[in-house]
């Protein structure tokens, strides 16, 4: 049975080969990248699934079936839990995009770096508006 990293270790192969270039063209995404248990040297327990986080470009409508159905035939792993970053929210788009993420595929040079920064400072810029939404709910 295949492991996450054993999956991770295939995808950056296809990376590589340029398959992760072709199944992006073909899905239409310009950003594609794994974070999670399966990057981190030492997580808390072992990986169970493999994170893997996508954008797609504006006007593709995205097939996720179809992308999730391509990357268990690339991996030969079925734990693969897909993140969509066109539809996200922005704490989960934060951590997907973090300094620890693994980077398969971007369109255009700096993408990926473009896609971290805006995702990081929209976290921080609405840190205060997530802690009043706790505070309203408590009845506080």
Known sequence: MTTPREALGRLDSAAESGEIEELCARHGLD???VHGSAVEEA???PPGDLD???RSLPGTELDVIGLINDLMDLTGFDG???LVLNSAGVVASA???SPQSVLLYEAEPSL???AQIAALTTEME???LRLLDL??????
């Open 43 to 45: 997580p808390m327990r």
């Open 80 to 82: 693969i839990d897909l």
């Open 112 to 114: 990926f770096t473009l």
């Open 95 to 97: 951590r997907a995009l």
């Open 31 to 33: 950003l594609l990248v």
């Open 126 to 128: 609405t840190k205060h």
């Open 135 to 140: 505070k309203l709910m408590a009845g506080r």
């Open 52 to 54: 893997i986080a996508c």
